[in-house]
């Protein structure tokens, strides 16, 4: 069965340091997503990105997060200067459409701010 | 504001004694309402969705079911690897995102 893959599964950063986040969607999806969850709460949507822009995005998607797709594979997710709260798990999911049947997920990313 | 609310937050049932998790929810425009199983440490992974009032729709011991309001997630006779965590998320009619609530923590015990 597709799935969709998430690189590293965990990452500790030091407050301040820029992380990337790295994800490969299922091949035939067009529609890409992150969402993150803190521990105990939550899952929450970050940013939707379709035909290489960002088509929605959250009150926490602030000017340090940024989305890229470089090339015909991956899917990243930057963050520029960490922060304690930014410590989550971050999701990517992807999708052959918007509403369609089942938003893939991947394992997640694991990452902790120190 | 859109919003979801599962309850009830843990429950624990005897391995083949069935049971029911609700998900009550206020969208503008229902375009689908998700249901999830989250396992520890791990990603979503999609069970269900459901798009109009009065839909049913079945996967081995589970079912789930749509009214305007709420959505149910029944468990028929339980097994202790249904043992998750199960999420509900609703997606609104003029949004790509999926608005989640804080999930049910099922344990089944043999």
């Known amino acids: 069965e597709p799935e969709v893959t998430q690189t590293p599964s965990h990452q500790v950063t030091q407050m301040g340091q820029e992380v990337i986040l790295r994800c490969v969607p299922i091949?035939?999806?067009?529609?890409f997503y992150w969402y993150r969850q803190i521990l105990g709460q939550k899952v929450e949507f970050l940013v939707s990105?379709?035909?290489?822009?960002?088509?929605?995005k959250s009150e926490i998607f602030d000017d340090q997060f940024s989305v890229e797709r470089p090339d015909g594979s991956n899917f990243t997710l930057k963050i520029r200067s960490t922060k304690l709260e930014d410590s989550a798990m971050y999701f990517c999911a992807s999708s052959e459409a918007v509403g369609s049947d089942g938003y893939t997920f991947g394992s997640g990313t694991r990452l902790t701010v120190v | 504001e859109d919003q979801v609310t599962q309850s009830p937050e843990a429950l624990r049932l005897q391995e083949g004694e069935s049971s029911s998790l609700n998900c009550s929810y206020t969208v503008s425009g229902l375009r689908g309402l998700f249901w999830y199983r989250q396992d520890p440490g791990k990603g979503p992974e999609f069970l269900f969705t459901l798009y109009s009032a009065g839909e049913e729709k079945e996967k081995e011991r589970l079912k789930a079911t749509l009214t305007k309001k709420e959505s149910f997630l029944h468990i028929t006779a339980p097994k202790p690897e249904d043992s998750a965590t199960y999420l509900c998320a609703v997606q609104a009619g003029n949004t790509d995102k999926l608005i989640f609530g804080t999930g049910t923590r099922l344990q089944v015990f043999p």
């Open positions: 091949s035939n999806h067009l529609y």
């Open positions: 990105f379709y035909n290489n822009e960002i088509s929605e």
